[in-house]
């Protein structure tokens, strides 16, 4: 079964810069793992920030960009914001019509 | 506006089923694949299903595979989900979404529902 890695918390100061990370169990993510993101707050559907690994989807800031480092996929949040803070998911496609979810990533801003 | 709206929630018992439907409206439906994603209480987000923009491609996660069925009628807009054999474990909010890119599936989702609820319980 393939598990998506995302780490479980980060932390970041108010117009910092911070970069997430996606990866899986086994093997590398590349630009055919189709890579997305996704933001949550409590209580709130997921909005969708990035697909296609690096596509800003339409509303979007330019302080979220998106794209492969190494062996994972990244999300990238310049001049972090007070609002920034809340969950965050990325998908891989893992081949045969399947997609996962990661664990998501709490974000803090402090 | 491009819009989703699922219905068709609620409390059931276990073993029973439940036909969730997902309305959409504001774009050319019949372009796009189509999700189902899940949410238990307290914990994260869980992919279950797409269907192609055309239906003729469908696939599951493991947690459903062989108990739902992912289905779209483009003439009236409205994807569906039938859950059978529903546990305890299904309980969840069940949100639609919409592909990312027309006629292309697993680039991501785009477009959001505000999700149903599903409680299974006896």
């Known amino acids: 079964q393939t598990v998506v890695t995302q780490e479980p918390s980060f932390s970041v100061s108010p117009g910092g810069t911070v970069t997430l990370t996606c990866g899986l169990s086994?093997?590398?993510?590349?630009?055919?793992?189709?890579p997305s993101w996704y933001q949550q707050t409590p209580g709130q559907a997921p909005r969708t920030l990035i697909y296609?690994?690096?596509t800003r989807s339409s509303g979007v800031p330019d302080r979220f960009s998106g794209s492969i480092l190494g062996n994972k996929a990244a999300l990238t949040i310049t001049g972090a914001q007070a609002d920034d803070e809340c969950d965050y998911y990325c998908?891989?496609?893992?081949?045969?019509?399947?997609?996962?979810f990661g664990g998501g990533t709490k974000l803090t801003v402090l | 506006q491009v819009q989703l709206v699922e219905s068709g929630g609620g409390v059931v018992q276990p073993g029973r089923s439940l036909r969730l439907s997902c309305a959409a409206s504001?774009?050319?439906?019949?372009?796009?694949?189509m999700h189902w994603v899940r949410q238990a209480p307290g914990k994260g987000l869980e992919w279950v299903a797409i269907?192609?923009?055309?239906?003729?491609?469908?696939y599951y996660a493991d947690s459903g595979k062989g108990r739902f069925t992912i289905s779209r009628d483009s003439s009236n807009n409205t994807l569906y989900l039938q859950m059978n054999s529903l546990g305890v474990e299904d309980t969840a909010v069940y949100y639609c979404?919409?592909?990312?890119?027309?006629?292309?599936?697993?680039?991501?989702?785009?477009?959001w529902g505000q999700g149903t609820t599903v409680t299974v319980s006896s």
């Open positions: 979404a919409r592909d990312a890119v027309t006629y292309l599936s697993h680039y991501g989702m785009d477009v």
């Open positions: 504001g774009f050319t439906f019949r372009n796009f694949g």
């Open positions: 269907i192609s923009y055309d239906g003729s491609n469908k």
């Open positions: 086994s093997g590398s993510v590349s630009t055919y793992s189709y």
């Open positions: 296609n690994t690096k």
């Open positions: 998908v891989l496609y893992v081949g045969s019509g399947i997609s996962v």
